[in-house]
Structures are given as structure tokens and as C-alpha cells.
């Protein structure tokens, strides 16, 4: 079997605060293949983003990585010194957020910071690197990249500026890219593009695409397989489309009857009571047992570690007794 | 049969967006106009749920703030049970409707006052309007409202800080319940919160709806939480309404090109590999819309007469290519 | 009731108790939290409140009214503090040219001063804050001409616009004035040369607060303008209000200070630390330095402390910050 682009084993951070320490991630593991998308969704204080941040070594004090591996094609990276990590940051792995203005410099052209990018990574001439930026602006949709390239971010639309970082993303053609709500602050009309090009760069360059977001629809038009987030834990994990199909996890069944949808009936959405615990009162055994409905006693104490099911992987104390068809 | 509850005719609001004076006569320039609303007319009948849909800079919550009367139209009117919203001669009777008009906003962060309690806020219209004299019927009535939006009576002695977003939309929506309202504009309810709480609120309108009769009013650039409150729709695009239609309907058989796009454009949960109108190009700036009708950029559909005039809105639809019966052959 | 609704019962158990009381919510917010880390803070706030408990309690603690002229006597004068060779008890910081005290005359110099820069801040803080009210809120032409007479009144310097005032009200009320309506004119005058700062943050605070949803819920029930302003906005803008009061009260000591020196201040019969000063500056070179050094240092400790606790107020309650 190939190694994974991303392998991520067991990934616990911490926050200190004057109250004692928050646990935002708890156990976190999954892998991402070469040219898979794997969304990651959850709902706000899930830890979707802290995990996509502390793979690309993002996580500032007084938060730290308090225990896991997270390897990047084998090499290990969550202890890397932060100077090596720049290095793999923008080389090995790219980044794109959800507000492009934070990834942009308003003070420069935009062909100048694609440029001056491509120059840190690759060993290429000002005039290649040139071409190679007006190349990847075309291939993100830019029309008249050679004219706009002389652009500055605020002469670009919120669209336009997202695909200028999705370009700065891919420029040193990474392995990975850590996508965090990409289209959250996008328009319909204009998400649906940049989903579309997000799928299709996975697919041209084999790149390996972590997407982390709070929009489902998003996930299921966009991944392969999807992990769900649940107050710094991972509920469950799988193809997206077993996962969103016949999800398995209560949480996920009630975050799937949650969301209302073009082709559904009037009838009530699923309702899950109550709200995401707070990081400082985080329920013992499993973290969701208070809004759950099937909860019984073993729940209230001993926490849920990963079952498979199959494809899926599921923690959920409900899925132990029973025997899974797949492991016999 | 009666007139409808609400109606819009013509509203039209334009905003002053040009530098300040001093800077147009030293720098150059001249005055700009941003046209944020334009010839919006439509009704909304008792008890049920109209919903304008549009994306960022469609207009909508303009719409939303002159419909309550929270911004005064450039020219166009609203009456509201027969009452208008701008005829200065009925300023007495507006005085008497506004117990009845209540919104609820995007942001339920900004939308409770930080500094008050929780009874302070909820009771605030109660006491504006004179509904209940004494504190302690005040404070019963408070209490039953929380428990009406799901929250405990004892919540109204806590502060807005200490509940979640989840928590303070039920706040906003208890106090837009507190003077007995009867007509409730949402504005983006649910769009600043996560999708399990975005199902609870949603469900607590819809259950508050069937109790008190209530008629909505409800703004959303989310298709697919219009889709399942609305009775009926309309779908805006630079200002204007573009197509008008009842809620099943126009998902059904969208007829504007644009409304097909959008449709199109929304992420789908069921993958049901559904034919799609592929999305092409952005939202123009409002300030320097195209001339004629503002989406013929970006349509498939788009001929000579859509460069130069704007299609008026026929048999709920404002297009050319779909008004303009085709030539018979 | 229907079924439907019974069953958002069920939601938010949360928690249930009462909000905890006003002491215990003090003690228990971030600002206190923050406060309790700075040990400079800590340090400001208590000779700050020891200086305002020595104002007032200063006839209690003082040896002598040192502006009674029974009182002193002039055998006493001109003593050097106690610990040096020809002190004398009780004069702890020693005594001036007419036997006056220089502990009793700083503490009712003191009491003086503060008076001065209270008033003169609530003064200021009342007209701006009204004033950046107005503007802010109602926005266009009133906007216009109140922010336009804030402009050119702050390219003059603070100190310039009192002298001024002070001059004008002296030609208008007569030269000679008792001591009271010195301090008045003294408050009048400070009170108007730093108004413009709070009317300008009140103002900027104003224009976000009010385009919050919670203004338009309120507006949307029909509470009058002035009702929404003072019940709703002003709340919301305290904080820096507060930051810039605490400042202030180190800017109006200093200015009140500054007047006296110059001699367009408090009179010689009942003086602020500012007059104590000027008097003693005639003592300097004789070799009675404690006249002027004891007031002198008054004066920094309590203006640097101030200011301290003003730079810390506007850092904690500072979001970016924290």
C-alpha cells in the first residue's frame, strides 16, 4: 500500500487559559491519499480549523500540539523546528483561508507575491517564474491573466481574489492543501466555481486537498471521504457518500436531518437539542451523550474509541455490541 | 376577498455614495448614486411566509429595513394592514400598527443590547407599548415567553454574554413575540449559526407560526432553508425582483435564467447528479450596474433588447427572453 | 399550548442559576483578572486612593489649617524637614517663610487640586459626551458644525484655549475674585479646553454602536431618539469614555497646576498643589528647597499614577490587545 500524503495519529492540542487548560483536540487520527479529497465538518468549536492549522504548524501560544504525529508523506512534521516548517509551508503544503485578504498582501500586485512565492520554492528565473504565474492564474479562471496579473487585490472581487489564492496555493505545486471554509464568504453563484476548481486540482495534480468546513453541501459536492467533528473529536469518518447517505454516528445522523435541502419535503428537520459544549465543560465519556438520544450508561462514563463499519469508521459505544459484518 | 396584509409598490431606494464635498471639489469626481432597491413591488398575504432570496448586494435587506419602516424609501410605498409606512398624514395610525411589526436580525451578537438583562431586553417592547402594567406581571409574562422559545424563565436575570448563538436568536425572537406581534421580518435568522441550532431555531419559527398566525417576512441568501419556509418567493438580483413565484414552483420550474443558476449553483446533499445550469461570472458593482436588463452578462439567454432595456416584471418574471414569446414558426 | 411548542422545553437546560451577584461578577471579569497581574497597576491604584483619602481626610490629618492664619506662627518658620538636622516635631516636611506646615498645606493643596480636576472632567466629559452624542447619532449637518469646532479647537494647545477662557471670565466677572468662583472659572475653563476628545470618541463609538441591530430593535418599537441615545448607545460606549477620563484627570491636574504656577490659577489664600509650587520656587534658591520639592513630588507620584492606571484601563479594555 502507498504511503499517505497526510497521516495524522492520535493529534491532541491544548490551550492554556486562566482557567486551567483546554483540550481542543482530543485524539484526532485519519489519513489523506495522494489526490483525495477529505472533507473535515463540524460545527463552530468543533476543532475543524485548529486541526488544519496545527498540520501546517499554525498553532500559536498558548496553544501547542500536546501529544500525536502528524507525518507529511512519511517524514514527520508537528516537531519540526518552526525555520524547516516555513520551508515545507508554501513548498510541500498550501494554504488557502477563508477571507483571501488574509493571505494577500493589499500593498502588493498580486504577480508580484505569486512571483516572489514561486522564487522561494523553485529554483526558476524572474521571467519564468512570470509565465508560470500568468499559467496558474489562467488555470484558476483568472480572465486576461497577463493584464490582471499587474493587479492589486482590492481590483479583484472576493470570487477573484479567492482564486488568486487557491493560484498562491498550488504555485510550488504542493502535496497537500489545507483548505479552511474557502467558500464561506463567497457568494452561491461564485462558491459553486471555486468548488469546482478545488475538485478538479485534486484531480489534475493529484494533489492531496484537506477541506475543512461547516457546510455539508459543500463536502459532498467536493470530497471523497469526509471526517466529522465533534467537540475535538473525530464521530466518524468515511466515503462521503456512505457517510452522508447512511450515516451512522447519531450525531451525524442528526447533522444530516439537520441541514434542509433543495429536494427535501416540508417536513420538521431533524432537530439535536442543546448546543456544542463548551471547551472548558466537556462532558465525560462521550462528549455528545448529553444530546443524545440513545445514550445508555456506558456513554455517561467510558469515552468511544474509532469502529469500523465497513468503509466507515464510527465512535459510538451503540456500534460496539453488535457485531460489524466487516471485521468477522 | 380582502386586500393583502402587506403591500410593496414600486419601492425604490437610492443611496448617496459619492466622496465628501470637500473631496469631489479639490479631487475632482461627481456625485454617485448606488441604486440599492428598484421598483420592487409585491404583496404578502396573512399567515404565511414570503421569502426574498438574493445573494450579496441584491438588495434584500434594504427591502427589509423600509418594509418596518426602519429606513424611508427614496419613493415607492408600503402599507401594512391598509396603513402606510411613509404617509406622514397617518403617523397616528403607523403609531398604533408598530406593536404589531416585529424583526428579527442576522446577528443575534449585535441584536441584544450587551448592557441589558435578559427580562430588561425581552420586556423592553412590553413596556414601550404599555401591554402590561405592575413589574410582577411584567416579569410572568417574560418568563412565559422564554419558556414559549424554549429557554427556562429563570434565563431573564442572566446577561446576553452568557448564552450561545443559538440561545440569543430564541432571546430575539421572544422579545419580537412580546408585544404581540403579528408580523415578524427575519432577516437572515439563521445565517450566523451552525446548522444543528440553524434546525432548532427554523423549526421554533415554523411552530410559532402555526400557534399565533404569524406572517413572515423572511430574507435569505440560503435557497435551501428558503425552500423549506416559504410559501412564496422572491428571487432579487441587483435591486430588482427578477422572478416572483409561489415556493414550490419556482423550485420546481425556476423560469429566469438567473434563478436557474442560483439554483444550479447550490452545493447538493443528496448528489443526486442533478442537470445544472453551469455558473458563469460574478456579480456586477451595483454602482455601475450593465444597462438593461443587470444579469445579461453573465445569461445564456441574453439578446439585443436585454443590453438595452430592463425587463419589467410579467406574470411574476422580469425577462425578455422568457416574455418575449418566441416568434411562431 | 400545541405539542410542537412543549418541546423546545426540553432545550438549554444550561445552566440554571441566576446570574451571580455584582461582587462576585467584579471579581470574577477579565478586567479584574487583568488588574490583578499587573503589579504597577496595583501599585498606581493604591497610592492613587491613598492620595484621594489623604485630600479627603486632610483636615483630620493635617497639624494645622495652614490658610488660618491664627494658626501659624511665625517662630516656627522656615524649619527644614524632620529628619534633618534642625527639624522639629510635628513639621514632618518642614515649614515655610510664615511658619505654614508643608505636609498640611500639600494635603489641602491636594484636596484643592483633585477638586479642581474632578469637576473639571466631569465638566468636560458631560459637554463632550453630549456633544459627541448629537453628532454622532443624528450624523449630517449637526455633525458637521459640532466636529468642525472640535477641529479648529484642537489646533490650538489645551493650555492656550484655558488661559484664555480664564482671561475672558476674569475681564467679564472682575479681577477680583473670591476663591470659590476661582475654582469655578478654573473648572469653566478646563472643562471647555478638553471636551473636543470625548466628543470625538463618543462620536466614533456612536456611529458603530448604533448601526448594531439591538439600536434598530429599538428604534423599531418606537422609543424616542434622546430615550435610545442615553438608555442604549451610551452604555455601550463607556469604555473608552472611562479610559479617556482617567487621562483626563491627570491632564486637568497638570493644566490646573500649570495656571496657578503662572499665577492665573488658585490664589495664594487657598492653594492647590500649582500654588504651593510657585511659592515655593521663590524659596528654591535660598536654600529652603522643601517648600517647593514636597508639593513638587505631590504632584508627579500622583500624575504618574494616574496616567499608569489610564494606560491599563485603555490596554484591558482593549480587545486587540488582549
Known amino acids: 500500500m502507498t504511503e499517505p500524503v497526510l497521516s495524522v495519529r492520535n493529534l491532541q492540542v491544548e490551550f492554556a487559559s486562566r482557567r486551567g487548560t483546554l483540550r481542543a483536540i482530543d485524539g484526532v487520527s485519519f489519513d ?134 487557491i493560484a498562491l496555493a498550488i504555485c510550488a505545486e504542493p502535496e497537500l492543501i489545507i483548505a479552511d471554509e474557502p467558500t464561506t464568504a463567497l457568494d452561491v453563484s461564485v462558491q459553486a466555481q471555486i468548488i469546482s476548481l478545488i475538485k478538479r486540482l485534486g484531480r489534475d495534480h493529484g494533489t492531496a486537498v484537506m477541506l475543512v468546513t461547516h457546510d455539508m453541501g459543500v463536502i459532498a459536492e467536493t470530497s471523497d471521504r469526509v471526517a466529522v467533528m465533534y467537540a475535538g473529536r473525530v464521530a466518524e469518518i468515511g466515503p462521503v457518500q456512505d457517510v452522508v447517505k447512511n450515516p451512522l454516528h447519531p450525531y451525524a445522523k442528526g447533522l444530516m436531518g439537520a441541514i434542509p435541502t433543495l429536494a427535501g419535503d416540508d417536513k420538521r428537520l431533524v432537530q439535536i437539542p442543546g448546543s456544542m459544549p463548551r471547551l472548558s465543560a466537556i462532558p465525560r465519556g462521550c462528549s455528545f451523550n448529553p444530546r443524545c438520544a440513545f445514550a445508555f450508561d456506558r456513554c455517561r462514563v467510558e469515552r468511544p474509541e474509532p469502529l469500523p463499519r465497513g468503509a466507515q469508521s464510527v465512535a459510538c459505544h451503540l456500534y460496539d455490541s453488535v457485531p460489524t459484518e466487516s471485521a468477522a | 376577498m380582502s386586500a393583502p396584509f402587506v403591500q410593496v409598490r414600486n419601492l425604490r431606494r437610492v443611496f448617496d455614495v459619492s466622496k465628501p464635498w470637500l473631496n469631489r471639489v479639490l479631487e475632482g469626481g461627481h456625485l454617485e448614486y448606488l441604486k440599492a432597491v428598484d421598483s420592487v413591488t409585491f404583496d404578502i398575504r396573512k399567515g404565511e411566509t414570503f421569502a426574498l432570496v438574493g445573494e450579496s448586494g441584491s438588495g434584500k435587506t434594504t427591502v427589509a429595513r423600509m418594509v418596518v ?44 443590547n450587551p448592557r441589558f438583562r435578559v427580562d430588561a431586553i425581552i420586556a423592553e417592547p412590553i413596556r414601550a407599548f404599555d401591554l402590561i402594567q405592575g413589574e410582577r406581571d411584567i416579569q410572568a409574562r417574560v418568563g412565559e415567553l422564554l419558556s414559549l422559545v424554549g429557554l427556562h424563565p429563570d434565563d431573564r436575570l ?119 445550469v453551469p455558473v458563469k461570472g460574478d456579480i456586477p458593482n451595483p454602482i455601475d450596474p450593465p444597462p438593461g436588463c443587470a444579469f445579461n452578462p453573465r445569461c445564456p439567454l441574453a439578446f439585443d433588447l436585454c443590453r438595452k432595456e430592463t425587463p419589467e416584471l410579467i406574470d411574476g418574471v422580469a425577462c425578455h427572453a422568457v416574455n418575449t414569446a418566441p416568434v411562431p414558426a | 399550548m400545541s405539542e410542537a411548542v412543549v418541546r423546545h422545553k426540553v432545550e438549554d437546560r444550561g445552566s440554571r442559576a441566576a446570574s451571580p451577584g455584582w461582587f462576585r461578577r467584579t471579581l470574577d471579569s477579565d478586567l479584574f483578572y487583568s488588574f490583578r497581574r499587573s503589579k504597577i497597576t496595583m501599585i498606581a491604584a493604591g497610592v492613587t486612593l491613598l492620595f484621594f483619602l489623604l485630600a479627603i481626610f486632610a483636615s483630620a490629618l493635617a497639624v494645622q489649617n495652614p490658610f488660618d492664619p491664627a494658626q501659624l506662627q511665625l517662630m516656627n518658620s522656615r524649619i527644614s524637614p524632620l529628619w534633618t538636622a534642625d527639624g522639629q516635631s510635628p513639621f514632618l516636611l518642614g515649614t515655610d517663610e510664615q511658619g505654614r506646615d508643608v505636609f498640611s498645606a500639600i494635603l489641602y493643596g491636594l484636596r484643592i487640586s483633585l477638586v479642581v480636576g474632578v469637576l473639571g472632567v466631569l465638566f468636560s466629559g458631560a459637554l463632550g459626551i453630549l456633544l459627541g452624542l448629537t453628532a454622532g447619532y443624528f450624523g449630517g449637518a449637526v455633525d458637521g458644525l459640532i466636529m468642525r469646532v472640535a477641529d479648529v479647537q484642537l489646533s490650538f494647545p489645551a493650555i492656550l484655549i484655558a488661559l484664555l477662557i480664564n482671561g475672558i471670565a ?86 490646573e497646576a500649570t495656571l496657578s504656577f503662572l499665577g492665573s490659577g488658585m490664589p495664594e489664600t487657598m492653594p492647590s498643589l500649582g500654588t504651593l509650587i510657585r511659592i515655593g520656587n521663590n524659596y528654591l534658591f535660598a536654600g529652603e528647597w522643601w517648600i517647593v520639592a514636597f508639593p513638587g513630588l505631590a504632584l508627579a507620584a500622583l500624575i504618574l499614577s494616574i496616567n499608569l492606571l489610564g494606560d491599563w484601563l485603555r490596554d484591558a479594555l482593549n480587545p486587540k490587545l488582549r
Not at chain 2, 81 to 99: C, F, H, I, K, Y
Not at chain 3, 228 to 246: F, K
Open chain 1, 32 to 165: 489523506i491519499a495522494k489526490g483525495e479529497v477529505l472533507g473535515v465538518v463540524g460545527e463552530s468549536g468543533a476543532g475543524k480549523s485548529v486541526t488544519g492549522l496545527s498540520v501546517i504548524g499554525l498553532i500559536d501560544p498558548p496553544g501547542r500540539i500536546a501529544g500525536g504525529e502528524i507525518r507529511l508523506s512519511g517524514l514527520r512534521i508537528d516537531n519540526l523546528p518552526p525555520e524547516e516548517m516555513r520551508r515545507i509551508r508554501g513548498k510541500r503544503i498550501g494554504m488557502i483561508f477563508q477571507d483571501p485578504l488574509t493571505s494577500l498582501n493589499p500593498l502588493y500586485r498580486i504577480g508580484d507575491q505569486i512571483v516572489e512565492t514561486i522564487r522561494t520554492h523553485l529554483n526558476l528565473s524572474e521571467q519564468a517564474a512570470r509565465r508560470r504565474a500568468i499559467e496558474l492564474l489562467a488555470e484558476v479562471g483568472i480572465p486576461a491573466p497577463e493584464k490582471r496579473i499587474d493587479g492589486y487585490p482590492h481590483e479583484f472581487s472576493g470570487g477573484m481574489r479567492q482564486r488568486v489564492v
Open chain 2, 69 to 112: 419602516g426602519l429606513l424611508p424609501p427614496s419613493s415607492g410605498n408600503v402599507l401594512i394592514d391598509g396603513v402606510s409606512m411613509t404617509d406622514p398624514r397617518q403617523a397616528p395610525a403607523r403609531r398604533r400598527l408598530r406593536r404589531r411589526i416585529q424583526m428579527i436580525f442576522q446577528d443575534p451578537y449585535a441584536s441584544l
Open chain 2, 158 to 276: 442572566k446577561y446576553p454574554h452568557e448564552f450561545s448563538g443559538g440561545q440569543r436568536q430564541r432571546i430575539a425572537i421572544a422579545r419580537a413575540l412580546a408585544s404581540d406581534a403579528e408580523f415578524i421580518v427575519c432577516d437572515e435568522p439563521t445565517s450566523a449559526l451552525d446548522v444543528s441550532v440553524q434546525a432548532q431555531i427554523l423549526n421554533l419559527m415554523r411552530d410559532l407560526q402555526d400557534k399565533f398566525g404569524l406572517t413572515y417576512m423572511f430574507i435569505s441568501h440560503n435557497l435551501a432553508v428558503v425552500r423549506h419556509m416559504a410559501s412564496r418567493v422572491g428571487v432579487m438580483y441587483l435591486g430588482r425582483i427578477v422572478e416572483i413565484a409561489e415556493g414550490r414552483e419556482l423550485f420546481a420550474r425556476p423560469r429566469m435564467p438567473y434563478t436557474k443558476m442560483l439554483l444550479g449553483a447550490v452545493p447538493d446533499l443528496a448528489m443526486s447528479g442533478r442537470q445544472r
Open chain 3, 170 to 255: 476674569k475681564s467679564v466677572l472682575g479681577n477680583r475674585l473670591d476663591e470659590m468662583s476661582m475654582l469655578g472659572v478654573l473648572v469653566l475653563a478646563i472643562g471647555l479646553s478638553f471636551w473636543v476628545q470625548y466628543a470625538r470618541t463618543v462620536r466614533g463609538s456612536v456611529m458603530v454602536e448604533k448601526n448594531k441591530d439591538y439600536v434598530a430593535a429599538a428604534q423599531l418599537i418606537g422609543l424616542p431618539a434622546p430615550v435610545i441615545m442615553l438608555r442604549h448607545v451610551l452604555p455601550n460606549t463607556m469604555g473608552p469614555i472611562l479610559v479617556i477620563a482617567t487621562i483626563n484627570l491627570a491632564l486637568a491636574i497638570i493644566t
